[in-house]
């Protein structure tokens, strides 16, 4: 690893002879500057560089001094031709009106459902029939890698992953991580990026990292997008969501507003061999719950090359849940001995909200900038719990065991961070981006315990809670990019320093820990030739423990089943390495490795005396895999366009466990084809068939066994192109369930877990405002952490 960061900081740049940059704007005849104008540069009538303005800026890349011709063209536009001598640090193209073509022609760009960088993979939402009218952790299950397993836990090319929201770290896990994006309209949701290696600029946390990111509206004047959508699978849900903008020379202000209702069931079934008993429980918990998502926003542009922005987004959460298990205790010869009956009931409320302020400073034409965020993040989640359990006899027959609990909980947790971001140029050559961070989180948890077998409310302090948890993460990065003849180089380090403890109030027990860690990362891509490319990338990275996983309060979902956090959870460090070959853009072939040490994980321990089936988390030894990924862009016609994502791969767990130690091995496979189908262009008539297949896995001592899904949709347009109406049909034959054992020393169990995801959904978008070519926008703060990977 220090070979790597000494080659990253001493090496690159020293490399062959680098290209030149030509920076410049693209503007109308009014000064305003062009959004997505297409920029390109030829010498000898042949291609050298090209590129989409950006707000109206552009740069284009080249080898040598001498004559060039520069052309920029826009629909709406006559196309600009300019011969230019290079070097020439700017260039300012002004378009006139086409008059003309603005009568005859409408062009609409609409990008692919997937798209492949250097560092990431792009799942357009918009653009995707089965990711629309639905909620956003619906969307995020449908972008190509991502995986979620029985206890939500989401990893994308099988590697824990942090989730982000407009290139901000959403701090949530497991559950509380589904109800929030649950509670969130897809529609308002515009990418998804799945970054496999992360570049330095992005925190050192999760071995993976996926960036949602929201619809922005871009156009001059008052525009303003209305959704709505419905859904039926067991039970009926919809939502509604609208977005809007409104830009008028300097200042832009924007917003959005979502509503969903939805009621969703999750089946758990669970079978414990104790050796002497066997219990066989049926699970079904039902949760309804309405959720409000927000976000408003305003920037100023206080000179042409300052800007000073506000934003702040918020969730409120109200939901319930209703679940029933019914347990069978059978003996040895196979009669039922007793039967349990429990019934577990909660309601609760969740209020989240995020509070940005940004500056931004651009300098030399955009060669130079600089950004700085301060953000507060506070969050409150409230439950009331309940959970009564009976057993019977064979017969019938009740008898005097009992058991009923009622178990309030409380969290606030309180994020406060600043950043600044600086990029600039390095000899004219090479793109710098360095910055430094600071955040500081706290977490309190209450919960409590009591006993409601009688009329009064019986506090029982030994299975109550309170949890206290703090962690302050100071950091630093550089990153370098440049192109080296055929050579792309884009590498980093980031510098953090970790101060975490946890207090349980309770227990009187106090965990401390202390780290400094570098963490390089480095991608490199040769291209051989205009259709062949070679890429080499690694990471080194860290996963921290979830709040919730720390958390040691004892929660009952029954007498005998019991789940509590461990505060001790060391962080987990990943490498990763991966070596590519692209062929045509379209086709990609891809050997990867990961290894990671000290793992931390959900176990489940059976005591076969007691009959507790008992549920915490736990750091492991190691978890190592290698596999053989294949990407591929088909267009067997010119309506018809296919995406294939398939992977082969060997994987490893190893770790002493109780006793004993086990090492196992399995070789796997996971594979996703989306078709897309356009069957009439006028009227924008598109459909969409997906399916996704999942070989059998490991995590730890539990076995998962495969699955799949197979999703249909279809939309087109209406009301004169301003609106469009999509059906789609998900997991059609019902077959997206989990089934998972364990079968190591004298622990033996299996469990099936399905979350609902089978369902029909009918959504409509309608866009109101104006259309206008010549738009004038601007990058909010996220935005530009998004662009320049935070």
């Known amino acids: 690893m220090k070979k790597i960061v000494l080659f990253i900081i001493v090496v690159m740049p020293y490399l062959v002879q680098a290209q030149s940059t030509l920076s410049g704007k693209v503007k109308d005849m009014d000064g305003h500057p062009l959004d997505a104008a297409t920029i390109t540069l030829k010498r000898d009538n042949k291609q050298v560089a090209a590129a989409f303005a950006d707000l109206g800026n552009f740069e284009l890349k080249y080898q040598e001094k001498g004559t060039y011709v520069i052309s920029a063209s826009l629909v709406g536009y006559q196309t600009l031709e300019l011969v230019l001598q290079l070097?020439?640090?700017?260039?300012?193209?002004?378009?006139?009106?086409?008059?003309?073509?603005?009568?005859?022609?409408?062009?609409?760009?609409?990008?692919p459902v997937i798209q492949r960088k250097i560092d990431r993979v792009t799942f357009n939402v918009e653009q995707s029939i089965l990711a629309s009218g639905g909620s956003a952790w619906e969307a995020l299950t449908k972008a190509p890698g991502v995986q979620v397993s029985s206890s939500n836990e989401v990893t994308a090319n099988r590697?824990?992953?942090?989730?982000?929201?407009?290139?901000?770290?959403?701090?949530?896990?497991g559950d509380e991580l589904s109800a929030y994006l649950q509670g969130l309209p897809s529609d308002l949701i515009a990418q998804i990026e799945v970054f496999s290696n992360p570049p330095a600029k992005f925190e050192a946390e999760g071995a993976a990292i996926i960036n949602i990111i929201t619809r922005k509206a871009k156009k001059e004047g008052l525009n303003l997008t209305l959704n709505s959508g419905i859904s039926q699978g067991d039970y009926s849900n919809y939502n509604a969501s609208s977005t809007f903008n409104y830009r008028n020379d300097k200042l832009n202000i924007y917003g959005s507003y979502g509503f969903i209702h939805r009621q969703v069931f999750v089946d758990h079934n669970l079978s414990i061999d104790y050796g002497k008993s066997f219990w066989n429980s049926i699970n079904r918990i039902v949760s309804p719950s309405d959720n409000h998502s927000y976000r408003a926003g305003a920037d100023y542009q206080l000179r042409e090359n300052q800007v000073l922005g506000f934003m702040l987004t918020g969730n409120h959460r109200i939901g319930k849940t209703r679940g029933h298990s019914g347990t069978e205790i059978i003996n040895l010869d196979m009669l039922v001995d007793s039967t349990l009956s429990t019934e577990n009931t909660s309601s609760g409320k969740t209020n989240q909200y995020a509070y940005n302020l940004n500056y931004n400073l651009k300098l030399d034409s955009g060669k130079r900038s600089l950004n700085i965020d301060v953000d507060y993040a506070p969050y409150q989640n409230r439950s009331d719990a309940y959970?009564?359990?009976?057993?019977?006899?064979?017969?019938?027959?009740?008898?005097?065991?009992?058991?009923?609990?009622?178990?309030?909980?409380?969290?606030?947790i309180a994020i406060y961070s600043g950043k600044v971001d600086y990029t600039y140029h390095l000899f004219g050559k090479l793109d710098v981006g360095s910055g430094i961070k600071y955040s500081s989180t706290e977490s309190r948890n209450n919960f409590d315990y009591f006993n409601r077998e009688s009329a009064t409310l019986i506090l029982v302090p030994e299975n109550s809670n309170h949890f206290i948890y703090r962690e302050k993460t100071s950091s630093a990065y550089t990153s370098i990019a440049g192109t080296f003849g055929k050579l792309s180089i884009q590498g980093g380090i980031r510098a953090e320093y970790t101060r975490t403890s946890g207090y349980s109030a309770t227990l009187d027990v106090l965990n401390q820990r202390n780290y400094f860690k570098l963490f390089p990362t480095a991608f490199f891509q040769y291209k051989l030739d205009d259709e062949n490319e070679l890429q080499l990338n690694y990471a080194y990275r860290i996963e921290r423990p979830e709040y919730n996983r720390l958390n040691p309060a004892k929660r009952f979902s029954s007498p005998y089943n019991i789940y509590v956090g461990n505060p001790a959870l060391q962080p987990s460090f990943v490498q990763n390495i991966e070596l590519g070959y692209t062929y045509k853009k379209n086709y990609n072939v891809t050997a990867t490795y990961r290894v990671q040490h000290d793992i931390f994980t959900n176990i489940n321990v059976q005591d076969n005396e007691t009959k507790i089936y008992y549920g915490t988390q736990a750091n492991l030894g190691l978890s190592r895999n290698a596999g053989i990924q294949l990407s591929a862009a088909f267009h067997p016609a010119a309506w018809w366009d296919m995406n294939l994502l398939t992977e082969g791969y060997w994987q490893q767990e190893k770790s002493a466990y109780l006793s004993s130690s086990y090492n196992f091995n399995i070789i796997s496979y996971y594979a996703t084809l989306k078709h897309a189908f356009t069957i009439d262009q006028k009227s924008a008539l598109k459909a969409e068939l997906s399916g996704t297949f999942t070989g059998p896995g490991l995590q730890g001592i539990y076995r998962a066994s495969h699955n799949s899904s197979i999703d249909a949709g279809i939309k087109m347009n209406v009301l004169h192109g301003m609106g469009t109406v999509r059906l789609s049909a998900t997991d059609i034959f019902n077959t997206y369930t989990n089934n998972i054992s364990i079968n190591y020393l004298d622990q033996r169990s299996a469990f099936f877990h399905h979350n609902e995801s089978r369902y029909v959904a009918l959504s409509l978008s309608y866009k109101l405002g104006k259309n206008v070519a010549a738009s004038r926008s601007r990058s909010t703060a996220s935005e530009e952490e998004r662009k320049r990977a935070q």
Request: aromatic share 8%; net charge neutral.
């Open 87 to 111: 070097p020439k640090e700017s260039v300012l193209l002004v378009l006139q009106p086409d008059s003309k073509q603005l009568e005859e022609v409408k062009v609409t760009f609409q990008p």
């Open 159 to 173: 590697k824990n992953v942090q989730i982000y929201l407009d290139g901000k770290p959403i701090n949530l896990s």
């Open 387 to 412: 959970t009564d359990n009976l057993s019977f006899l064979p017969d019938g027959q009740q008898t005097t065991n009992r058991f009923h609990i009622f178990t309030p909980s409380a969290q606030k």
